[in-house]
């Protein structure tokens, strides 16, 4: 018996827009809902980045919208 051990909660996944570093050397990528502009650089290396798709954990974003 397992005394007060929490259930597990279940995580939510979805196909998340997301922007991968399109240098080979680089393996950075970032949430589209997090990007810091319209066309965004790499944080990592500085490259620049192209949009797809990946399979996530749902996270959302509650920072305040910049315009």
Do not use: H, Y
């Amino acid at each position: 018996m397992a005394f007060g051990r929490k259930p597990e909660e279940e995580i939510i996944t979805a196909e998340t827009k997301i922007w991968e570093c399109t240098s080979d050397s680089c393996k950075g990528w970032i949430r589209d809902n997090f990007k810091s502009s319209e066309d965004p650089r790499c944080p990592l290396c500085g490259s620049e980045m192209e949009s797809t798709t990946k399979v996530l954990q749902v996270v959302d974003n509650n920072s305040p919208i910049k315009d």
